[in-house]
């Protein structure tokens, strides 16, 4: 596809359609394991499934997907989220990936179509990351690292875990963890992903991430509660799915974790997103063409 295409190219999921949901710094950590750095990406003909160990899937998965990080293409699509940064309200919003971010448009609000008041407002917003996209890039840093940093976390997933035999069902293999008892973690986070327990749902073909859920079956506590308390029931699930050919997105995640970190600061999250309506951008597109197009009609 020519990544210099003058505008979105609508693409057509070629796998499954089902939903699920998760995400926030936990669950994004965990969507990733991502670690290795294969030199070329493995396939089911590498790793056959029909006497590979869960742990052997898992470890091709992360070698795909560390593959497929590396050669990261632009979408624009609508995305619809319920979670504490929208107020509890269910906000739509078009959003167009861009290299310095996400440029997003709000574009109802419960289901209602915005005042022209609050329409003035998100467009004089808009005009004002065109003007400043520097402003814009500095701004969205904070979360590119996030996810940088979960990356790099979730290196250790293959020795933190204990992976259970897989599970055919359809296309998909079915793969339970828990946590490896022989393993150490190190540091607040990966103390936090170690205590989890869930599933994850591989594409049995290409041997990509579909689903991925967890849950914290028992408080976790550091340093006496201090450093850290996440509560017991905290949970988290990620779906992804096949856009067509290599590509995969994130399509919905949910999260709900509830505790505290550092000093009883707060961290409850709880979200709940969708997307959908993806099309390809050219991965080259300015954030001063992405506010245009985020602005369409």
């Not at 619809?80 to 997003?104: C, F, I, M, P, Y």
């Not at 990509?208 to 509560?231: K, W």
């Not at 409850?268 to 954030?287: C, L």
Request: hydrophobic share 40%; glycine share 8%.
């Amino acid at each position: 596809m020519d990544a210099s295409a003058a505008g979105p190219t609508p693409l057509r999921c070629a796998g499954r359609s089902r939903r699920a949901g998760g995400c926030a710094a936990a669950s994004l950590a965990l969507l990733a394991l991502l670690g290795l750095a294969p030199a070329a990406p493995l396939g089911a003909a590498d790793t056959p499934q029909g006497s590979a160990t869960g742990l052997q899937i898992v470890s091709a998965l992360v070698a795909n997907e560390a593959v497929a990080a590396r050669h990261k293409d632009r979408y624009t699509y609508i995305s619809q989220e319920r979670s504490d940064r929208t107020g509890g309200h269910l906000w739509t919003e078009r959003v167009v990936e861009t290299d310095a971010g996400k440029v997003t448009m709000l574009l109802a609000e419960d289901g209602r179509p915005l005042s022209p008041e609050r329409t003035a407002q998100e467009r004089a917003r808009l005009a004002a990351i065109a003007a400043d996209p520097a402003a814009f890039a500095r701004r969205t840093q904070a979360a590119r690292d996030d996810e940088a940093h979960a990356m790099r976390l979730l290196a250790f997933a293959p020795r933190a875990f204990l992976f259970g035999d897989p599970v055919p069902e359809g296309d998909l293999l079915r793969i339970a963890y828990r946590p490896n008892p022989a393993y150490q973690p190190q540091g607040i986070e990966e103390r936090i992903l170690h205590a989890t327990s869930g599933t994850l749902l591989v594409d049995a073909r290409t041997l990509r991430l579909h689903h991925i859920e967890g849950r914290l079956p028992q408080d976790v506590n550091i340093g006496f509660g201090l450093l850290a308390t996440i509560r017991a029931g905290s949970s988290f699930a990620t779906t992804r799915d096949c856009l067509g050919g290599a590509y995969w997105k994130t399509t919905s995640y949910d999260t709900d974790i509830d505790g505290r970190v550092i000093f009883f600061k707060s961290i409850s999250r709880n979200e709940h997103v969708e997307r959908s309506g993806f099309a390809r951008v050219p991965n080259a597109i300015t954030v001063a063409q992405a506010v245009a197009m985020a602005e369409e009609r």
